[in-house]
């Protein structure tokens, strides 16, 4: 799964304002992103979609769960995710307190 976005918003969180201070409030370090890759992995594509549209780009889909963060307090997030037309596997637009 591509989490490109993960890597560059991330420990650019200067251009991320709040969610990145949020993110980085619960543990999330810059140099980890894999982390909350993984973290999203397991939290949030494995629940059920809360939202589902066609774009013309490809099946976009929306999910609202809690992120078991490294702090060890959990903090509910909406997750945008995109499978693009010619692929089989989500991408993450983005990520947003919810």
Known sequence: MP???VR???PAHH???SKATLLLQ???APTEWQRLAGDLRRDHLTRTIDLMRTTPYGMRYEIRAALQTPSGRPLVM???WQ???ESTSPRLIT???D
């Open 78 to 80: 909406r997750s945008i």
């Open 15 to 17: 251009r991320g304002g």
């Open 95 to 97: 990520l947003y307190p």
């Open 83 to 85: 499978i693009d037309s």
């Open 3 to 5: 989490l490109l976005w």
């Open 8 to 10: 560059r918003w991330l």
């Open 26 to 28: 619960f543990g999330y």
